[in-house]
């Protein structure tokens, strides 16, 4: 049991071991199961893409993914990520509570071709449970038997059955799955559904491809073993506090976000395995954008700011867009030329030579020069692949989940717990009732009494 905090086992390779090789957990073969349950995903897929299973209105043209975390993150990622190879149903994801969400993405769908999976493997979750009912009641204006057209991605029969989803239409998982590693299993559904049974199949290969590089690489040879030992020297050797992805693809815009939950909920933890607290920092803090995007944003900051932040860099040989290769290549000389900047920097006298061919003579040519300064000797790494597929994006996923397990090792910390969210929510469970009106919050601190008193007086 590596996650044993919570007495689980870390498991989540499995779903992606599609020769079915024996796996145990507690003295029981749990490939069986696994591959029974991506047989089912594959059947309905197959059955929604086809037309076979129908809502009331005809053939399902939208799907709406109703999940939080990493119900949310890892599917919406890798939907937008694999664009390209989409030729089903139209796919939307609903996360946040705020009501604006569900409301923006309902607003122009079809109730009557619309299928909802709700995905929460305890089927508790709040903000999760708020959307489906909030759908489900969308959908009822219009159609006779809502709850026909809706799936779920839950280990709880009981209250999935109390919704009305009949068990034939619910895909559950075992909790050696953790949630930012769920993609792979039954999470994964909306994404099957976009692309395919088969292509969902290349984005496991792809995954199960670097499982073996990472079980059977030499270290000096093994990508997520180097790139954790990278970070480490960068978090903890140089004390560089963040760490910023920087895919030059568009449609990897979620990506960053991705990893941030990845890294983040992860390595984020104060104390070591045995409970000591930690004489070091634990994981850095991850951000990012899409090239070019960012260099128009805050490049500044990381070519002449005064902190460093490590880069990591991707960019594909090769887009879709067979008709707009200019575009591409533009794409690619722009992000290695971020990498060349941030290595070579631009010294005073470089600085002062371009001025004084620009005629810029004196006081003014040096005043000016040394805003031209690029220190350079800043870290990155770049991350280079043929295209973007569905076995790449596999590949590249379970390159970064192996990582932050090394580094969660050599931290000597729990990377498969995520106790820190656990507080704000069970104030928020004694907060709703407070906002509602229906308590006092007299028992309640002056800052936060002072905030709900704000708000009753503006609602």
Same mark, same amino acid.
């Given at each position: 049991?590596?996650?044993?905090?919570?007495?689980?086992?870390v498991?989540?390779?499995?779903?992606?071991?599609?020769?079915?090789?024996?796996i145990?957990?507690?003295?029981?073969?749990v490939?069986?199961?696994?591959?029974?349950?991506?047989?089912?995903?594959r059947?309905?897929?197959?059955?929604?893409?086809?037309?076979?299973?129908?809502?009331q209105?005809?053939a399902?043209?939208?799907?709406?993914?109703?999940?939080?975390g990493?119900?949310?993150?890892?599917?919406a /990622?890798? @939907?937008?990520?694999?664009?390209?190879?989409?030729?089903?149903? $139209?796919?939307?994801?609903?996360?946040?509570?705020?009501?604006?969400?569900?409301?923006?993405?309902l607003?122009?769908?079809?109730?009557?071709?619309?299928?909802?999976?709700?995905?929460s493997?305890?089927?508790?979750?709040?903000?999760?449970?708020?959307?489906?009912? @909030?759908?489900?009641?969308?959908?009822?204006?219009?159609?006779?038997n =809502?709850?026909?057209?809706?799936?779920?991605?839950?280990?709880?029969?009981?209250?999935?059955?109390?919704?009305?989803?009949?068990?034939? $239409?619910?895909f559950?998982?075992?909790?050696?799955v953790g949630g930012r590693? #769920?993609?792979w299993?039954?999470?994964?559904?909306?994404?099957?559904?976009? !692309?395919?049974?088969?292509?969902?199949?290349?984005?496991?290969?792809?995954?199960?491809?670097m499982?073996?590089?990472?079980q059977?690489?030499?270290f000096?040879?093994?990508?997520?073993?180097?790139?954790?030992?990278?970070?480490?020297w960068?978090?903890?050797?140089?004390d560089?506090?963040?760490?910023a992805v920087?895919?030059y693809?568009q449609?990897?815009?979620?990506?960053p976000?991705?990893?941030?939950?990845?890294?983040?909920?992860s390595?984020?933890k104060?104390?070591?395995?045995?409970?000591?607290?930690?004489?070091y920092?634990?994981g850095?803090?991850?951000w990012?954008?899409?090239?070019?995007?960012?260099?128009?944003?805050?490049?500044q900051?990381i070519?002449?700011?005064?902190?460093?932040?490590?880069?990591?860099f991707?960019?594909?040989?090769k887009?879709?867009?067979?008709?707009?290769?200019?575009?591409?290549n533009?794409? !690619?000389?722009?992000?290695?030329?971020?990498?060349?900047?941030? /290595?070579?920097?631009?010294?005073l006298d470089?600085?002062?030579a371009?001025?004084?061919?620009?005629?810029?003579?004196?006081?003014?040519l040096?005043?000016?020069?040394?805003?031209?300064?690029?220190?350079?000797?800043?870290?990155s @790494?770049?991350?280079?692949? =043929?295209q973007?597929t =569905?076995?790449?994006?596999?590949?590249i996923?379970?390159?970064?989940?192996?990582?932050?397990?090394?580094?969660?090792?050599?931290?000597?910390?729990n990377?498969?717990?995520?106790w820190?969210?656990?507080?704000?929510?069970?104030?928020? @469970?004694?907060l709703?009732?407070?906002?509602?009106?229906h308590?006092?919050?007299?028992?309640?601190?002056?800052?936060? $009494?002072?905030?709900? #008193?704000f708000?009753?007086?503006?609602?």
């Open positions: 049991e590596i996650n044993d905090t919570e007495g689980r086992a498991l989540h390779t499995a779903l992606r071991n599609l020769e079915g090789g024996a145990h957990v507690d003295g029981a073969d490939m069986p199961e696994v591959l029974n349950t991506l047989s089912r995903m059947d309905f897929a197959d059955a929604v893409r086809s037309g076979a299973y129908q809502g209105g005809g399902i043209t939208d799907v709406v993914n109703i999940g939080i990493g119900s949310d993150l890892g599917p /990622m890798a @939907t937008l990520a694999l664009a390209p190879f989409h030729d089903g149903p $139209r796919c939307h994801f609903v996360s946040n509570v705020d009501g604006a969400h569900i409301a923006d993405i607003r122009d769908l079809d109730p009557t071709t619309t299928l909802v999976i709700v995905a493997k305890t089927f508790t979750t709040i903000e999760t449970m708020t959307n489906a009912q @909030t759908a489900k009641d969308w959908m009822a204006g219009t159609v006779t =809502p709850a026909a057209q809706f799936a779920a991605l839950s280990t709880s029969a009981e209250k999935t059955a109390a919704f009305g989803i009949d068990a034939s $239409r619910v559950g998982f075992a909790d050696w590693y #769920s993609m299993g039954p999470i994964g559904l909306s994404l099957m559904i976009a !692309i395919g049974p088969e292509a969902f199949d290349e984005f496991l290969r792809g995954a199960q491809s499982d073996r590089h990472f059977t690489a030499a000096d040879q093994n990508m997520p073993v180097l790139l954790a030992l990278v970070g480490i960068h978090n903890q050797v140089c560089y506090a963040t760490r920087l895919p693809d449609r990897l815009s979620r990506l976000a991705y990893f941030q939950q990845l890294e983040m909920e390595n984020g104060g104390v070591s395995m045995d409970g000591a607290e930690l004489p920092h634990s850095p803090i991850v990012g954008e899409p090239g070019t995007n960012g260099q128009h944003a805050f490049y900051l070519h002449q700011g005064t902190r460093v932040i490590p880069c990591e991707m960019v594909a040989a887009g879709h867009e067979g008709d707009l290769k200019h575009h591409h533009l794409l !690619i000389a722009n992000c290695f030329a971020q990498s060349e900047a941030l /290595m070579k920097g631009r010294t470089e600085a002062r371009i001025m004084a061919v620009k005629g810029v003579t004196g006081d003014e040096e005043r000016q020069a040394r805003h031209r300064v690029f220190k350079g000797n800043r870290p @790494t770049t991350l280079v692949y =043929p973007l =569905p076995k790449r994006l596999g590949q996923v379970a390159l970064y989940e192996h990582r932050v397990f090394v580094e969660g090792v050599i931290l000597g910390i990377s498969f717990d995520q820190g969210v656990e507080l704000g929510k069970e104030l928020a @469970t004694a709703g009732p407070i906002v509602d009106g308590q006092s919050a007299d028992a309640k601190d002056g800052s936060t $009494r002072a905030l709900v #008193s708000i009753h007086a503006h609602q």
